[in-house]
């Protein structure tokens, strides 16, 4: 009882960071692709292109739908992407019953729930909620199908959904969801049956991605070429993308999630080899397929950490797995406090507090995601010098959310946006 209590817990506390304030966030940012697509092209061409700013065709499809229904709105935008970020934190603990024990299983959600990178992306309406549970969906239900478990047309038809939704959404998820035709390739090339069978998974995963993409990629195949071999993966960016997959800002607190990630790693190997191997295999060619494309602002940890939310969660999964080794607790009740108690001390000295500040509509704003050390977050320590205007300074005089303040013109963008530092003021 005490780990299904937790996970309760877990889940009530993922739908609160993900739903506080949501009502009131201002868009900015790439979620304004999509607007900007929707304001000037009709469906034809939504569905037909790719442009250089990635729009992503699925969601601005949404949009148009709700621009021809009910209307656009913040929530309209944002709510999809939050029902799959709320999806994976049940979801994928369900799909994966059969790997590890419950209270790994527990422990996972509560690392799902209060990551805030995971918590970010179900906030912003873009589309890598999505693309980090389809990546989950499409690598358990892959290796399950393979594995020959009850219901294999079922995990097979999942595979195939869940990997052409995510390609869909956004191409880079295909770096990880196609890697697992590779992988059980080289581990059974001599097996005349199994390779048959990897071809006809193949034959249909291929040929709906084909439909879904070829025309937008045939169509504007130099700016889809256009955003590949521009910038680099340095080591600095792999340093601090560890940071945001850890969802710290601590180097003591991201060595212990690498302690605990690869004691996990460890634990499904000598447990299971090929589930293992597999895991691992994925993540890091799909990883390398990633750095080797060398896509455009890839130099950013922000950006590597984007395309890499496919296996993010997969990662987080290895981590429970040494979190509970690390704490052998006999008691389950104390055994699942603990993990309570540590999963408190980690929410409470990382970032997300500093987005509860209310009102805040700017939690999707780069001061808060760029770095989540302030020391080196440029959108911190390169914010504009000039003090806060006086008005806002004569606004904070007034209780906290007794007035609604209307601005116009603002920028759209991060770089320019000091609104975020004047709401602090006047609240």
């Not at 709320?86 to 369900?94: G, Q």
């Not at 059969?98 to 805030?116: D, E, G, H, K, N």
């Not at 509970?324 to 970032?351: D, F, L, M, Y």
């Amino acid at each position: 009882m005490s780990w299904w209590a937790l996970a309760v817990v877990a889940a009530l506390a993922a739908a609160w960071l993900r739903l506080q304030q949501m009502g009131s966030q201002i868009v900015i940012d790439d979620e304004w692709h999509a607007l900007h697509k929707l304001l000037r092209a009709d469906l034809l061409d939504i569905l037909t292109h790719l442009d250089y700013a990635d729009y992503s065709i699925p969601i601005t499809v949404y949009f148009r739908l709700m621009r021809d229904t009910i209307g656009v709105s913040e929530w309209s935008m944002h709510l999809p992407m939050l029902v799959a970020g709320l999806a994976l934190v049940v979801v994928a603990p369900w799909l994966v019953r059969s790997w590890t024990s419950l209270a790994v299983r527990v422990t996972w959600v509560v690392l799902l729930a209060i990551s805030p990178f995971l918590v970010y992306v179900s906030r912003t309406a873009r589309p890598y909620a999505f693309t980090a549970l389809t990546g989950t969906i499409a690598l358990v239900a892959f290796e399950r199908w393979w594995r020959g478990t009850t219901h294999r047309r079922a995990w097979a038809a999942a595979y195939v959904a869940a990997t052409v939704a995510g390609g869909y959404l956004h191409m880079t998820s295909l770096a990880f969801t196609l890697m697992p035709f590779v992988f059980f390739f080289v581990l059974s090339w001599r097996d005349r049956a199994a390779v048959t069978r990897l071809l006809r998974m193949g034959i249909v995963t291929a040929t709906l991605l084909a439909l879904a993409l070829l025309p937008p990629v045939i169509n504007d195949w130099f700016m889809f070429t256009a955003k590949a071999g521009v910038d680099s993966v340095t080591p600095s960016t792999a340093y601090r993308t560890l940071f945001l997959l850890s969802g710290t800002g601590h180097a003591v607190i991201v060595l212990l999630f690498l302690a605990c990630a690869i004691a996990g790693a460890w634990r499904v190997w000598r447990r299971d080899r090929v589930l293992a191997a597999y895991l691992l295999v994925t993540m890091a060619v799909g990883t390398l397929a990633i750095v080797a494309s060398r896509p455009n602002w890839v130099q950013h940890p922000i950006v590597f950490t984007r395309y890499l939310v496919s296996v993010m969660p997969l990662a987080l999964l290895f981590a429970a797995e040494g979190l509970v080794a690390a704490t052998p607790i006999r008691s389950a009740a104390a055994h699942a406090a603990c993990i309570a108690a540590i999963a408190a001390i980690v929410v409470a000295t990382g970032p997300l507090p500093a987005q509860w500040a209310s009102p805040n509509q700017f939690t999707g704003h780069q001061r808060f995601q760029f770095d989540y050390d302030d020391a080196r977050n440029p959108f911190v320590t390169e914010r504009p010098g000039e003090p806060v205007p006086a008005f806002y300074r004569e606004l904070a005089r007034a209780p906290a959310g007794s007035l609604t303040l209307i601005e116009a013109p603002w920028r759209l963008e991060s770089h320019f946006n000091p609104l975020v530092w004047y709401q602090h003021t006047h609240r």
